[in-house]
């Protein structure tokens, strides 16, 4: 029994991460991820991740904030005021004009997070003052889940996740 306990141990020594704090019982409270800033700024709040490619033409009510992609397995949720995680966008320049009007209409996320950088995405966060990052050290879609609480600074393109 204690070789298997070594064993296990030295298995995780070897695989866990610096930036991974385990709290007593085995809980992971916070993981930290480096990322490339698309558009500087700073927001924190709950995160609301798509686990598909995601595009904000034809699957965003524009005026409620609402995901409405029927293949989504976040749809009917909204994004005003949050966090959204992608994996990366898709389609074309719709995606600049229907997320731009999500800013005018003030139904845009407090900030993207994507692992691919998309530089329409990057226009319109800048147009709306959304923060965006991307390309990270680490998969987001792995490390981050709806409702965890997500702290963004993009000035220095950290990331900071508080595991719910």
């Known amino acids: 029994m204690v070789q298997l306990k070594n064993v296990l141990m030295r298995q995780f020594t070897e695989n866990s991460c610096d930036n991974v704090k385990i709290e007593r019982g085995g809980k992971m409270q916070k993981v930290t991820l480096q990322g490339k800033v698309g558009n500087k700024g ?28 029927r293949f989504n397995e976040a749809r009917g949720k909204s994004f005003i005021g949050k966090i959204l995680v992608v994996p990366s966008t898709k389609g074309s320049s719709a995606n600049w004009v229907m997320l731009r009007l999500c800013g005018r209409l003030n139904t845009n996320p407090k900030a993207i997070i994507s692992g691919k950088g998309d530089p329409l995405i990057v226009g319109a966060s800048i147009e709306n003052g959304t923060p965006y990052m991307y390309d990270f050290d680490k998969d987001p879609i792995i490390e981050i889940e709806t409702g965890d609480y997500v702290k963004m600074n993009a000035e220095d393109g950290v990331i900071e996740v508080e595991k719910r």
């Open 42 to 69: 700073y927001a924190e709040g709950e995160a609301i991740v798509v686990r598909k490619s995601f595009g904000f033409w034809g699957t965003v009510d524009q005026h409620e904030g609402v995901i409405t992609d």
